[in-house]
């Protein structure tokens, strides 16, 4: 998969070498900036070194923030792989301070779900898959939006507890799944409180 920044030169008809020349910087600092970490994990917008968005800005005669902006927007539209979205749940979970398994199975026919279970105030734990099927893209903001609203949905009261108030079985297989199940106000409560993290993530 093409790296996040060269993707973003190439957009723009540009190369690590003239970013070099115009931005007056040593083009193994951009290399650093495009290539993964040491353990194979790809970088991020904000793992991008700020004196290689300056130099690009200065290539293409915009902003700094004009630049970070556009391959922040890049990258969450990018199309993404089963490990990479897993990663991205991981480390996502993890900002958020949630305790969480995240894991992928195999849902056949090629189709695959990464599954979150992130533990409750109650100590119980839920279930949310976030569904990568063949047919369809899979984008950080998707995966990001899909579970945010996911999580919020637990505003259904009925006499055992909270259930997700969107739920029909006939519909089509949504992005991300919620486990049906009742919660009590504490761990619904805490479901709303974790989904707002996740759309500052997503911005």
Known sequence: MEKLLDAYLKSN????????????????TIQRSAIPFSDGTVRNAD???????????????????QVLDEIIE??????MTTEEAKLLLINVLDETDATALVTIEDMGDDNEAIVAEIDLPSEDTIR??????????????????????????YDHEEEDGF???????????????????????DDADYLEKLSRALFKSAR
């Open 47 to 65: 793992d991008i070194n700020p004196r290689v968005i300056f130099a690009v800005a200065e290539t293409l005669h915009k902003t700094p923030g």
């Open 163 to 185: 259930y997700p108030t969107y739920h029909d079985e006939n519909d089509e297989r949504p992005l991300v799944d919620a486990e049906y199940t009742p919660l009590s106000k």
């Open 128 to 153: 949310f898959a976030v569904n990568n099927l063949v047919d369809n893209t899979l984008t950080k903001d998707d995966v990001l939006t899909g579970l945010r609203y996911a999580m919020a949905d």
């Open 13 to 28: 008809d540009i190369n690590r070498s003239k970013v070099a020349k115009v931005g007056q910087i040593n083009l193994t």
């Open 74 to 79: 890049m990258e969450m539209q990018k199309d």
